[in-house]
């Protein structure tokens, strides 16, 4: 079956967004950024398991400044071969404009508003 997007708001404004910072602490990803607020944010994604950035995405969903869950995703299948609590995990593409990419495969994340 082919990769899904699913357009998913997990906390992270990616529209606009600039002064995107990405890092890998104790098993977490933190993402900080600038919104198109002109506010400081920063985000935790918990119990990562791997992640990439990429300037230009060449299987990019349909818009650019939106979140998707990646079901089906390859990517994800081949980093959890062998991992236990496998259904845990998640792949996540936060689309920030023209200034990249992110996958994160995580846990999932659930944000309560």
Known sequence: MPEQFIEKYLGIHTADAEQI???FVNGSL???Y???KEQRRETVLPATLAFRWQEYD???PPRDDTTYEVRESTWLASQLVGASNSELFR???FC???SGVLDV???EVVVHE
Do not use: E, G, L
């Open 96 to 98: 920030f404009n023209t």
């Open 105 to 107: 495969i995580c846990q």
């Open 34 to 36: 600038v919104d198109w």
């Open 30 to 32: 933190i993402v900080r």
């Open 91 to 93: 792949h996540y593409k």
């Open 21 to 23: 910072s990405i890092s």
């Open 58 to 60: 060449d299987s990019a």
